[in-house]
């Protein structure tokens, strides 16, 4: 697994790419063993994935019964939920790559995306642990989210920005598909799994 100095490596390469610095490259493995070693970001995400998962507990639990709770379950599914999240937007990307001929971009789509998911859910779970433990906070928390991911949306085009070299049409759509399917596949696998609030 990759050490803390690592990572901030690897994020240094990153903020370089979001500020239109070719630089950044130089500070990301895009080999197969870089590839390969960008998916213990999903290991480096498990706290604030962890705090997310007590404000969905908190969620659901809302609208059971008050003597209702929830079981291992219950997170196995939440944690089956998030590794769809991670891995289908990847899919949708290289299949898109692959229909455009720039198949060879991939491996700094994935790099990048992953280590990025990082500082973003560690963003997203500080968001979630004010709603979990200061309740009053919820419609300021509403607009940060807000704000969020507006960010979110911005920086990722950034860094595709360099990856595409300009490709303005290829930029909005990779963009899309690491995003909007994400969002789609949350909410039918939190209804089909059984744990959407109903």
Do not use: K
């Amino acid at each position: 697994m990759p050490g803390l100095r690592e990572v901030q490596y690897y994020l240094a390469g990153l903020w370089l790419l979001i500020r239109l610095d070719p630089r950044g490259f130089r500070y990301l493995d895009m080999s197969e063993r870089g590839v390969n070693r960008s998916f213990w970001a999903i290991a480096w995400c498990l706290p604030p994935m962890g705090i997310s998962w007590l404000w969905w507990r908190q969620v659901f639990l809302r609208s059971m019964p008050p003597e209702a709770d929830v079981g291992f379950a219950f997170y196995v599914r939440l944690g089956f939920v998030e590794l769809a999240n991670w891995f289908v937007p990847l899919v949708f990307a290289g299949l898109l790559l692959l229909a455009f001929r720039m198949g060879e971009r991939f491996a700094p789509v994935v790099v990048s995306v992953n280590w990025l998911g990082v500082p973003l859910s560690y963003i997203n779970g500080l968001l979630l642990a004010m709603v979990v433990f200061l309740p009053g906070s919820v419609g300021l928390v509403s607009l940060l989210l807000l704000a969020f991911m507006l960010a979110q949306v911005f920086v990722l085009a950034r860094i595709l920005r360099m990856i595409c070299q300009g490709h303005v049409l290829m930029v909005g759509a990779m963009t899309l598909v690491l995003l909007v399917p994400s969002m789609i596949l949350s909410e039918y696998l939190q209804h089909f799994l059984g744990i959407y609030p109903t």
